[in-house]
Structures are given as C-alpha cells and as structure tokens.
C-alpha cells in the first residue's frame, strides 16, 4: 500500500485536477487554510515525477516540436500582452494561473502515462470521486417535482455535470480495456448513476456537450463499421463492440429517464429554453460572444488582440483578478490574444485529434485503440463545455484530455 503514495503520479496528478471541485467542500474544513489544496497535490505530482525518474520507472518526456513551439508561442504573447492588455490586474492573475496550473495540465501525463495501468488507476480516480458526488446529492433528499440546481462535495452542478460526463466516459473505455470479468461487472451499476448525475444536477452544458460527443463517435464508428477488401466485406468486429456497448448506454438511459422523469424538471425547463434562446444565462452569453466577436474585427488591433485578461475591461470597464471572460475558450483567446493566438490554440487542437485519429488507425494494440476512441469522445465533450462555460484556466480537464493522448502517443514512441 505504502507504495501508491511514490510510485503512482497519476493519483495525485487526477486529485491536482479536481482540487478546485471538492476543496470548497466544508467537510475539509479541517484543512489549515493556507493550504491549497489545487498547489498541494500538483506539487505532489511533480516530486512523485523527479522520484521515478531518478529510479529509472520514467522517461522524460516533451511534445511534438510543433505543438511544443505553438504552446511557447502562446504563452510568450500571453507575458508580452501584459505590456498592453486593458486589464493589468486580471491579465497577471490569468498568465500565473495558466503557467502553473494550467500549463502542467497538459504536460504531466506526457512523462507518466507509460502504461495501460496508468490510465486505468487515472480514471478510477474520477470514477470514485463521481461515486461519492452520487451519495452526497442522494444524502441531502431527493423529491419529484422539486425545481432547482443539485451541488455536491461543494461545487456547482455544472461542476457535478462535467465530472460525472467525464467519469461515465472513463467507465465506458475500462469496459473494453480492463479484462477482469469481475471488476467489469462492478463498472456497470456506476454508469446508470452517472446518467442521473447528468440529469439531475440541472446543468445543460454538460449533458449536451456528453449527448454531442457519444453521437459523433457513434457516427464514426458506424460509418467504419464495414469494409470492403478484394470484393469481401469485412466488418470490425471492435467498432461492432464499441457500438452495441452505445446501444446498451442508450437503453439504461431511457430507463432512466422514464422511471425518474418526475426528478428532472429543472433540466427539462432549462432545455426548453433553448428552443428560443431564452434565459437570463443564454442571454449573458450571448451579449459575451457579440462583445468578444465585435473585439476581434477591429483591424489591426485583432491581430494581437486586446491583451491577456483585456475582454474583462472592454466589456465590463473593470479590472479585477478574476475578471469577465466570454465563457468560450476560443473567443476568449481570439478577443485576448488575437488571430495569432488563437490560430496556434486551434493547430495545438487540431495536430493532437490527428495524433489520436493515427493511433486509432495505424497502432495495433486493442486498449490503444479503445483508449483512443474513450479519448476522442471526452475531447470533444470538454471541448463543446469549454465553448458555453468558464475561463481558460477553468478547463484544466480540457488540457489533461489533449494531454492524454499525448502522453499515450509517446509512450509508444518510447517502447519503439
């Protein structure tokens, strides 16, 4: 046992990860103040790092070049901005956080996702911690009808919501990796808790966003589910599993949905909502894309853009640490660090989808693939949410996904 505090990183580089969902929880209160626990645990992870790769258990490792060069690229226009940003205050906070916090999102898991066994123990971190969301909103009482949001471990639902799509994803790949009979049987109950985490937490960004993403797998996996070679048609068999296993999901939702309707009126009357686009919260975010886009049409200035933490002052006129954001990842960089910024955001996005696509296609290794296929459907849920909800370094999760599947890709580089 002694051995999970030393020899595993990816404990506490997933508990680094979730640090800002349970620490406001007033059950830690226990914890003396002054420590964060978001810099705990991501110092944890560091020196748990150094140690196995003083031992040898690791390689260091960094990205591709080019995904390497346009993150530098980013981060240096982000410290330049502050010579001209709007928003001093807001600009310095957001720089510090994305070079400490965010920034090892990504990177972490390109040294220690070696094996399999690394992104299983990873994933049964979110799995545990979407669980005990589950007891504490079934704890504090559950009534039909009832309207209003459900919090759990002292975060928001949306907080609940992104956990739980994330954690029903993870679960969903271990089905395929994992081959003890056993341990697969005891994943199954949690997925149906999942779903009514999604459903009962009130949050439409990430039961949207995790609707969005199973849908386009489901797309791709049935438009490669045939082959045809030397005139025989061929079907893969994995797609086939990947997809009857969809089938399954799709099923214990509706069953879900049928037997607790009566609990989600709040998701139901927030989703007809955007039939219209009404709501005071679509209504926000509306005039916060219009701002944002109207910020990146005034040539020359969007070129470089208003400088790192600038939209807060343009749309609001105040500057403050944690300032206004357009709650869009891509606007956000667009209206901050102009066309150059976002240009090199979005190659980042697009190189690391053609990184994963290529392990699908070309590594033989089943859990690679299954893994991949996990990878790619959580991509696309983080990325639908980091388009509708928080700031940059709000979306670590975002980063650790594109992370992932970075640090799988060079484990294999390494093992060739």
């Known amino acids: ?234 079907l893969n068999k994995k797609n086939l599993k990947i997809i009857s296993y969809m089938f399954l999901m799709f099923f214990l939702s509706w069953l879900i949905i049928d037997h607790f309707s009566g609990y989600f009126r709040t998701i139901y009357y927030r989703l007809s909502l955007l039939e219209n686009l009404r709501g005071d919260s679509v209504e926000t975010r509306l005039s916060l894309y219009n701002t944002a886009i109207n910020s990146m049409r005034d040539f020359p200035r969007n070129i470089i853009g208003l400088g790192i933490g600038g939209f807060s002052v343009f749309y609001s006129g105040y500057d403050a640490a944690r300032g206004v954001y357009p709650h869009n990842i891509f606007l956000e960089i667009g209206a901050e660090l102009g066309i150059l910024g976002l240009l090199a955001f979005i190659f980042i996005i697009c190189k690391i989808i053609m990184i994963a696509f290529n392990n699908i296609k070309n590594i033989k290794l089943e859990w690679v693939f299954y893994t991949n296929i996990g990878l790619l459907a959580s991509l696309v849920f983080m990325l639908i949410n980091a388009s509708i909800s928080g700031d940059i370094n709000d979306n670590r999760l975002f980063f650790a996904v594109l992370g992932l599947i970075l640090g799988i890709r060079m484990n294999l580089n390494n093992e060739s």
């Open 1 to 234: 046992m002694a051995k999970f505090l030393y020899r595993y990183p990816e404990f506490y580089y997933a508990l680094f990860l979730t640090a800002g969902i349970y620490k406001a929880d007033p059950r830690l209160g226990f914890v003396p103040k002054f420590l964060d626990l978001t810099v705990f645990f991501e110092v944890m992870t560091i020196l748990v790092i150094l140690y196995n790769l003083l031992k040898g258990r690791l390689i260091f490792g960094l990205p591709p070049k080019e995904i390497l060069i346009s993150y530098i690229f980013i981060i240096i226009l982000g410290i330049l901005s502050l010579s001209y940003t709007l928003a001093p205050i807001c600009g310095t906070d957001k720089i510090l956080r994305f070079l400490f916090i965010t920034w090892p999102s990504l990177f972490f898991p390109i040294t220690f996702l070696r094996k399999k066994e690394s992104y299983i123990r990873f994933s049964f971190i979110f799995i545990i911690l979407s669980l005990i969301m589950s007891f504490d909103i079934m704890r504090k009482g559950l009534i039909p009808g009832e309207f209003g949001f459900r919090e759990a471990l002292g975060t928001d639902y949306l907080g609940v919501g992104r956990i739980s799509g994330f954690a029903l994803l993870l679960t969903f790949t271990l089905l395929f990796i994992i081959k003890n009979n056993l341990y697969k049987i005891c994943l199954l109950p949690v997925i149906p808790l999942f779903i009514l985490n999604l459903f009962i937490s009130g949050g439409r960004g990430p039961l949207v966003s995790l609707i969005l993403s199973v849908v386009l797998i489901f797309i791709y996996m049935a438009f490669n589910l045939i082959k045809y070679r030397k005139e025989k048609i061929i």
